[in-house]
């Protein structure tokens, strides 16, 4: 009986050991491999089935995943998301900088309202300057 009593006792310090170890140590998780961005350089480009300005030629911030910030001011940012094909309008307070904002994604992608709609754009309008708080969500005010 004292041996089954001491092999327990040892298969669980084996155990408990190999478990502690395991979370000292952890396997390292792989990275997905993402190819470097290559922008586009055409005077258009094609985005959600719609032509659009390129304003990855001209010189403005681009992430290298092709993510890019098109305009910043300190009323209002426009930026895109290329993963999702996703073009983000941050109004931020206060919120009188909305139309400009608006206008100026039209300018900046050189498309009519028409075609800003049938686009993938959230408007985020924020209520205080701590970003930190959720915005609220609304489409382009010209969009039905």
Same mark, same amino acid.
């Given at each position: 009986?004292? #041996?089954?009593? #001491? ?11 190999? =478990? ?21 350089? *055409?005077?258009?480009? !094609?985005? *959600? *089935?719609?032509? =659009? ?6 010189? @403005?911030?681009?992430?290298?995943? *092709?993510?890019? =910030?098109?305009? +910043?001011?300190?009323?209002? !940012? ?5 993963? @999702? !094909?996703?073009?983000? =309008? ?11 904002? +608006? ?9 009519? !309202? ?8 959230? #408007?985020?309008?924020? #209520?205080? @300057? ?15």
């Amino acid at each position: 009986m004292l #041996v089954i009593v #001491v092999g327990v006792l040892v298969a669980l310090v084996i155990s408990i050991f190999s =478990v502690q170890q395991t979370a000292i140590n952890p396997e390292p998780t792989p990275t997905p491999y993402l190819p470097p961005f290559d922008a586009p350089t *055409g005077a258009t480009i !094609q985005i *959600g *089935g719609e032509e =659009v300005k390129n304003f990855y030629s001209e010189d @403005r911030f681009t992430y290298p995943n *092709g993510n890019a =910030v098109l305009e +910043e001011t300190g009323d209002y !940012q426009l930026a895109y998301f290329a993963d @999702r !094909q996703l073009f983000i =309008v941050s109004v931020y307070p206060p919120q009188n900088a909305f139309a400009e904002a +608006e206008q100026a994604l039209l300018s900046r992608l050189n498309i009519d !309202q028409d075609t800003a709609c049938s686009l993938n754009v959230s #408007v985020r309008v924020y #209520v205080s @300057r701590n970003l930190d708080d959720v915005p609220v969500e609304q489409n382009l005010s010209f969009c039905n």
